[in-house]
């Protein structure tokens, strides 16, 4: 019986409405594993999910039969949900509109794990607009800065 088979990594990076730093430190923990269970739920698998107050980075080796914007859609409306229900943030959490989404081989599955489970770290040195447009540049994705996530300050 003829089978499908895949390997397909990626990194999501999402923002938060207004770029405002409303994911605490308190609760991040139960946020990441909150949208690691959409994730499987999904039936697509959680490498890891990290950030910073601001934004964050979802790496998941993805089933081809998965659109990346339905699982990008699915991830923001529940956790969105998620957090609201819960009452962390005063007023109503969101994410902004859009997200950025990068592929990577088998070869760099470490690396992007070590990356994306460092961010405080790597933030001491880099803003999120930075990380974001090397992102973009990395990868040879063309983009208009008027486009891009809101940026504070």
């Known amino acids: 019986m003829a089978g499908t088979f895949s390997q397909i990594y990626i990194q999501i ?7 405002e730093n409303l ?16 994730i499987k739920g999904k ?3 959680p490498i890891i999910v990290n950030g910073m107050s601001d934004h964050l980075h979802v790496f998941v080796g993805l089933n081809p039969s ?3 914007s339905d699982l990008v859609r699915d991830i923001k409306n529940n956790s969105s949900n998620f ?7 005063a007023g109503r ?5 859009g997200y950025g989404a990068f592929s990577y081989s088998r070869a760099d599955v470490r690396n992007v794990y070590n990356y994306i489970l ?8 880099k803003t999120f607009k930075e990380e974001y447009e090397g ?15 809101e940026w504070i300050g």
């Open 23 to 38: 994911i605490s430190k308190s609760w991040k923990d139960d946020l990441h594993k909150y949208i690691s269970g959409i």
């Open 135 to 149: 992102l973009l540049k990395e990868f040879s994705v063309e983009f208009n800065k008027k486009y891009l996530f």
């Open 83 to 89: 957090i609201n229900d819960q009452k962390l943030v």
């Open 13 to 19: 990076v999402l923002a938060v409405k207004g770029r």
């Open 118 to 125: 460092n961010q405080e770290e790597h933030h001491r040195k």
């Open 43 to 45: 039936e697509q698998k």
């Open 66 to 68: 998965m659109r990346v």
């Open 93 to 97: 959490f969101s994410w902004q509109e």
